[in-house]
Nanobody
Framework: QVQLVESGGDSVQAGGSLRLSCAAS????????MGWFRQAPGKEREGVAA????????SYADFVKGRFTISQYNPKNTLYLQMNSLKPEDTAIYYC????????????????????WGQGTQVTVSS
């Protein structure tokens, strides 16, 4: 069983930066795909960025390219999302997700392809 705990959410002004962290515990899988997703009020959950350890491939949603960076620190089994140049439309609950079986080479941004989820962390960007 994979357990994920996000942290780092906060309230910031437009143009600011935040770094989200996701700690994976209980079981450590060397081969995995992990991703960041977000859900704003009244909207569907959408993929932000994802990374797979097999091959090191990374995917970004178009709306965060050039602003957000996903990374992972394997010794601590932690996933990060560095968010720069934040906009009010980035306001949402941000979730960490993981996949440890199936295709572990393609960092998909489809929420349904990840079976394990954290509880989310709130990011609020004011104008």
């Amino acid at each position: 069983q994979v357990q994920l705990v996000e942290s780092g959410g906060d309230s910031v002004q437009a143009g600011g930066s935040l770094r989200l962290s996701c700690a994976a515990s209980a079981v450590t899988f060397s081969n995995r795909c992990m991703g960041w997703f977000r859900q704003a009020p009244g909207k569907e959950r959408e993929g932000v960025a994802a990374i797979c350890t097999l091959g090191g491939r990374i995917s970004y949603a178009d709306f965060v390219k050039g602003r957000f960076t996903i990374s992972q620190y394997n010794p601590k089994n932690t996933l990060y999302l560095q968010m720069n140049s934040l906009k009010p439309e980035d306001t949402a609950i941000y979730y960490c997700a993981a996949r440890v079986f199936g295709d572990l080479t393609i960092p998909t941004l489809t929420p349904g392809t990840y079976p394990y989820w954290g509880q989310g962390t709130q990011v609020t960007v004011s104008s």
